[in-house]
C-alpha cells in the first residue's frame, strides 16, 4: 500500500541525501531496462540532490532552507540548476578543477553539460545507450565524491 508522510521536508538534509542515494538506483535499474534519457535525468538529479545535502553539511545546517545560497534568493529552476548549486562549494569547485587525475573534472563536465532538467523532464525520447553508460558512470563518480565530502558512504 502507498502511503505518504506528509509531514516529510524535502528541504531537509537527510530527505537529500537520501533521495540521493535512491534517485542513483532508480538511474542505473533504469539504464539496465534501455530507459536512457530516463536514467540521465534521474542520475542528474541524484547530483542534484547530493549537492544540496554537501551545501547544509558544510554550513552545518539541517535543511536546505537555511543554508546562504538558498537566504540569497535561490528559487524555480535556479534550485535544479547544478552550476549554481556547485558555486556554494567552493573547496570541492577548487578539488574538481585542480584534480591531477582529471577524473572529477571529467565527471562534473559531463554531467552538467548533459543534465538539463526541464528538457530531460519533458522528453519523449528514448535517448542513446552509449551517452547513458558514460554518463551514469559519471554520477557514480560525483556521487561517490559528494558523499564522501560528507563523512557518508554512497
Not at 29 to 43: D, M, N, P
Not at 111 to 120: A, F, G, H, I
Request: aromatic share 10%.
Amino acid at each position: 500500500m502507498w502511503q505518504v508522510n506528509f509531514l516529510m521536508d524535502t528541504y531537509d538534509k537527510r530527505c537529500q541525501l537520501g533521495a540521493s542515494r535512491r534517485r542513483l538506483e532508480d538511474a542505473q535499474v533504469l539504464h539496465t531496462q534501455k530507459r536512457w534519457t530516463g536514467a540521465i535525468y534521474l542520475g542528474g538529479y541524484a547530483i542534484e540532490c547530493s549537492l544540496k545535502s554537501l551545501i547544509c553539511h558544510e554550513e552545518g545546517k539541517t535543511n536546505f532552507k537555511d543554508t546562504k545560497i538558498f537566504k540569497k534568493g535561490l528559487q524555480g529552476s535556479s534550485l535544479h540548476s547544478l552550476t549554481t548549486l556547485l558555486s556554494a562549494l567552493t573547496v570541492v569547485q577548487r578539488t574538481i578543477q585542480l584534480d591531477r587525475t582529471g577524473t572529477y573534472r571529467e565527471a562534473w563536465n559531463l554531467v552538467s553539460s548533459v543534465w538539463r532538467n526541464d528538457e530531460l523532464r519533458y522528453s519523449d525520447k528514448t535517448g542513446e545507450e552509449e551517452v547513458s553508460k558514460k554518463f551514469i558512470k559519471a554520477v557514480e563518480t560525483l556521487h561517490g565524491f559528494l558523499l564522501d565530502k560528507q563523512g557518508e558512504a554512497s
